[in-house]
């Protein structure tokens, strides 16, 4: 069964680095999604790309974050500085935009920001 | 106010029991619902649509009710692989057709022998 990659599993990094995770959708889907899970709360939409173009970021902190699918396949988040605040769990989904509402979540990337 | 609220968790039910999780949205412009499952430190999977004539799929049942706003979620005969964080979802349509989902804070779930 096809599934959405992430990478790294589990990041630690002092404030102030930059950090960077990685995503590779389910082959063939067109729609990608970042969100951030703090403990305790659900995901929380950061981005959303349609192809190479994003099509929601409006809860993107677009000082520090910032997203790229620059061909429209694997994408990549980053932190630059990492803030105490922003350990949480990065996931990425995908969702094929021609057959239903289904998105398919990675495994996700656990942050700690010390 | 949040978008999605739910229950507040943790509970604590025996294998065999019932249990229901309630859930109301404020968005008057959410098309779909959903149940998400996620399992401890792992990520959310679907678990079922919610439909407006109310749903079953094995042990569970989903209902929803769009004039209260409401979404409720049965587990019938509890198993000890129930033990989860149920999600309740709400996808949420925008003007020019773009929609997102909208994820509740999730119910823990823990059943004992």
């Known amino acids: 069964e096809a599934e959405v990659a992430q990478s790294p599993r589990y990041k630690i990094t002092e404030k102030s680095q930059a950090v960077a995770f990685w995503c590779d959708p389910i082959s063939g889907h067109a729609t990608l999604y970042w969100y951030r899970q703090i403990l305790g709360q659900g995901p929380e939409l950061l981005v959303q790309f349609q192809d190479e173009s994003v099509v929601d970021d409006s809860q993107l902190p677009k000082d520090r974050f910032s997203a790229e699918r620059l061909k429209g396949v694997d994408s990549t988040l980053k932190i630059q500085p990492a803030e105490l605040g922003d350990s949480a769990m990065y996931l990425c989904a995908s969702r094929n935009s021609g057959s239903g509402e289904t998105q398919y979540f990675g495994p996700g990337t656990r942050l700690l920001v010390l | 106010r949040k978008e999605v609220e739910q229950d507040p968790g943790p509970f604590n039910v025996p294998e065999g029991a019932t249990v229901a999780f309630n859930c109301t949205y404020s968005?008057?412009?959410?098309?779909?619902f959903f149940w998400y499952r996620q399992d401890c430190r792992k990520e959310p999977k679907l678990l079922m649509s919610?439909?407006?004539s109310g749903n079953e799929d094995g042990r569970f049942t989903a209902q929803l009710n769009r004039a209260s706003q409401y979404i409720s979620l049965l587990i019938r005969d509890s198993k000890l692989s129930d033990s989860a964080t149920y999600l309740c979802v709400v996808r949420v349509l925008f003007s020019g057709g773009y929609n997102k989902l909208i994820f509740g804070a999730g119910t823990r779930l823990a059943v004992h022998p």
């Open positions: 968005n008057s412009a959410s098309q779909s």
């Open positions: 919610v439909y407006s």
